[in-house]
């Protein structure tokens, strides 16, 4: 049943690689303006996860519907949904060949159809978005890391997505550069993004979520709301994990 | 027109050639070592005179189309020698043999330059003099690490012993072509010769890969692609 | 001296014709050679299993047959069967074959060299395949192909001479003739092969200038 804001559905997502069970029968739902923040520790699955939205992975099994349309399963309409559904990697992934505002607006013009003095506009719209007007016509590899991440998610941005999907946005950063790179993805929060984020980064974790996923060995463990978290029965295996870092 | 009886009657015929090709494959990548490696020596260990010479006879022979070299030694070095008796095979061979070594002077002098220096300032610490270094310490590694770019000039040699065609030698392309010509039948011969030509070059490369495993060192990088 | 006399009166003179048709066969080759290459490149790559097998067998034969019995298949077979190619067509269809197959190899190790996640983000941007291949990683694999591609081109220069073979006089073709005529063998060549020594050198100081204009910052 599909409720009106409801943006993004998963039902029952999984996959193997091999003999190994990387994500097990994974569901949950995302409304309008939600912020889901999947944490937990290294190679559960959370990447794959990810992936298998916008069907750069294929899962063994399950469905995902963006809009209450089905996205697996799609065939040639893949490349539709993926205009919709916007993701950020953890190393960017630029186009080193083209500059800033041409990574920016090519899908523009290729997938969307865009002419090239449109799309060049909306381009530098989104770069002034994320701060990186005055470095349009700089590089990738004149970029430092926390600028060219910048520029990847002006670059998911510019494509109108109904849902971004962030693979750990700033564990290729150095640690300076990181903040500018979350104080971005706070203002997508704030203007109602709908944002899934996998992350390391607790405190961030915990300030933007509303709802915190807790994920290990390809299940989801836990979830609640950041505060609710401490609460719950299996607070103790989140804890531990969560203790690791900053303050809970 | 029974092209099977036709191919094996003149099989034998096409032996010689296929010989006649293989004795070009081995003389230029014979004579080719026997002067790309010491030629490549000389331009890196050697004194700046000695190098540059190397360098112009490496310019020459790599910037010379095969064939005008054939044409030039053939019909003009030779007999102005004195030499107009010598064979087409010979001279071809001494031509391939030249060619080869310019080019595999470069595979060895990236070889060489490959080698940290580390190798050689070890080596003279222990007391070796410098040709002593070059001669156990740097020169296998060299070659080693060569071995794989080596490999790779056995099929463009192959390729190459055609072009002595044009001076009269009797190797395959030009037995293939008498056969066409006394036949009359053109397309099933040349293709023919084509899968012998692939099929010899597939066997050389296997065999050189099996050499390229049997003198690898642990750890030592000559992975080829 | 007479042979400076004869090389700058007689030979160079007869030489240019044949330059000129040299010219005009590598000028022909190199453009269909890259574009070529590239096709096989990306078909072997990003292809089904029969297209890359086909692109396999393609840079198979024409790598391992020699260049010298492709001219021969393409001038003297061909008619057997009812296709009569000019020695010049012949040629140049023998030279971009040739051509064409050395150049994939290089074009395919350099999209092979491009990081994975390139053709990810176009993916997820969600452009098809074929605008990935055309926008994003033929553009970079072709600029770092150009060594190679430079490399190809020398040889393209030096084997542009087997067109002889086949009865086309471009420089090595009139050079012989011109030698054959006057019995001078070894000044003909030496120029002759001094033509395309400049040819080449020509040629590798052009491939620098060219890397420096469409250079990228990496």
Redesign the interface.
Known sequence: MTTDDTILRVEGLAKSFGTTEVLKEISFTVRKGETKVFIGPSGTGKSTLLRCI?Q?IIPDAGHVYLHGEEVTHAGARI???????G?V?Q???????MTAVRNVE??LM??KGMKEDEAREKALFELRRVGMEDRADH?P??LSGGQAQRV?IA??LA?DPDVMLFDEPTSALDPELTGEVLEVIRGLARAGMTMLIVTHEMRFALSIADELLFMEHGTILERGAPGDLATSPTFERTRQFAGRFADL | MDLAAILISWFPFLVTGIIATLGLVLAALGIGFVIGLPAAIGQVYGSRPVAFLINIYI??FR???????L??FY???F??LGLGWVSPFLVGALVLGLHGGAYQAEIFRGALLSIGEGQMTAARSLGMSRSQAIRHVILPQALLIALPGWSNEY?TV??????C??IGVAEL?TR??VI?STEY???PI??A??GI??VL??VGIKGLHILEKRVSVPGFETGS? | MDQLAFVINTLLPALWGGFVVTLGLIALTAPFGVLIGAAVAVGRVYGSRPVQFLARAYV??F????????L??LY??????GISLSPFVASVLGFIFCNSAYDSEYIR?SIRSI?E??F?????????RG?VIR??IL??AL?RSIPGLVNEFVYL??????A??VTVVEL?GA??MI?TRYFT??E???V??LV??SL??VTTIGAHLLERRVA???
């Open positions: 916008n750069l490349n539709h949904f993926r205009s919709k559904i993701m990697f190393n960017f992934n630029l186009f080193d060949h090519i899908a290729k997938v590089y590899a004149q990847s670059r998911a494509m | 310019w020459f910037g010379l189309p095969l064939l005008v070299l044409f030039l019909f003009g070095i007999p102005l099929p192959l390729t190459d012993t055609s072009v065609y044009a392309l293939a072509s066409v039948i053109a397309m040349y293709l010769c084509a030509y692939l070059n597939y692609d | 198979t034969f790598k391992g047959t020699p260049l010298l019995l492709l021969f298949i003297f077979g061909l008619p057997s069967i190790g990081k996640g390139q990810t983000a176009g993916l997820a941007l969600g452009m098809a605008q926008h994003v553009p970079q600029r220069i030096k084997y542009s001479s087997l002889y073979m090595t050079g012989k030698a063998y070894n003909t060549f030496l002759v092969g395309y020594l080449v050198t990228i910052p990496v």
